[in-house]
T-cell receptor, first 109, second 115 residues
Framework: QKEVEQNSGPLSVPEGAIASLNCTYSDRGSQSFFWYRQYSGKSPELIMSIYSNGDKEDGRFTAQLNKASQYVSLLIRDSQPSDSATYLCAVSGNNRLAFGKGNQVVVIP | DTAVSQTPKYLVTQMGNDKSIKCEQNLGHDTMYWYKQDSKKFLKIMFSYNNKELIINETVPNRFSPKSPDKAHLNLHINSLELGDSAVYFC??????????????FGAGSRLTVL
């Protein structure tokens, strides 16, 4: 089983809609969870971190964590064309960050 | 000032050649990493150094040899390049290992193409 799984294919959302991304992880001892955004041809950049169960909101982004289900999600409200990118889920453990394969989001104007 | 800089940005070379990628960070971080991102965008850790000491060495062919002359620099040398080595190699840094490893600052990436 992969450490961090993001199974959804490319996600197309109309401008102004909500984009919902999901991630599961295998290590029950993981304590820290992150979402990175990567534009095409660019490096990943941190957009959200979450450490405790529940929701964390930052602007149009909301991260949700459920440690019992080993599940992390990211909601992007009022999606904008500038949100078109690949979103990488990352989970910490063993002095490193393990990344999922990413979900591509395309916001259609 | 660029926080994490790596050179070269692009590298095209023939199979069997040896090449190096250099990385420098000016953030004062103690820990540096090399990640490999393949054509499917999967970002996988290769190596990590904390204050010049190797602390993570994933299952990577021994053709890949990292070297950290000081905590601000981490280089990657690759011998006998193979087609499968074609990828984008990202250098990253963080304040430290453990909980400090959580927030990574990435360099712009070095795209290696092996022909």
């Amino acid at each position: 089983q992969k450490e961090v799984e993001q199974n959804s294919g490319p996600l197309s959302v109309p401008e102004g809609a909500i984009a919902s991304l999901n991630c599961t992880y295998s290590d029950r001892g993981s304590q820290s969870f992150f979402w990175y955004r990567q534009y095409s041809g660019k490096s990943p950049e941190l957009i959200m971190s979450i450490y405790s169960n529940g929701d964390k909101e930052d602007g149009r982004f909301t991260a949700q964590l459920n440690k019992a289900s080993q599940y992390v999600s990211l909601l992007i409200r009022d999606s904008q064309p500038s949100d078109s990118a690949t979103y990488l889920c990352a989970v910490s453990g063993n002095n490193r960050l393990a990344f999922g394969k990413g979900n591509q989001v395309v916001v259609i104007p | 000032d660029t926080a994490v800089s790596q050179t070269p940005k692009y590298l095209v070379t023939q199979m069997g050649n040896d090449k190096s990628i250099k990385c420098e960070q000016n953030l004062g971080h103690d820990t540096m990493y090399w990640y490999k991102q393949d054509s499917k965008k999967f970002l996988k850790i290769m190596f990590s150094y904390n204050n010049k000491e190797l602390i993570i060495n994933e299952t990577v062919p021994n053709r890949f040899s990292p070297k950290s002359p000081d905590k601000a620099h981490l280089n990657l040398h690759i011998n006998s390049l193979e087609l499968g080595d074609s990828a984008v190699y990202f250098c990253a840094s963080s304040q430290g290992p453990g909980s400090g490893a959580n927030v990574l600052t990435f360099g712009a990436g070095s795209r290696l193409t092996v022909l």
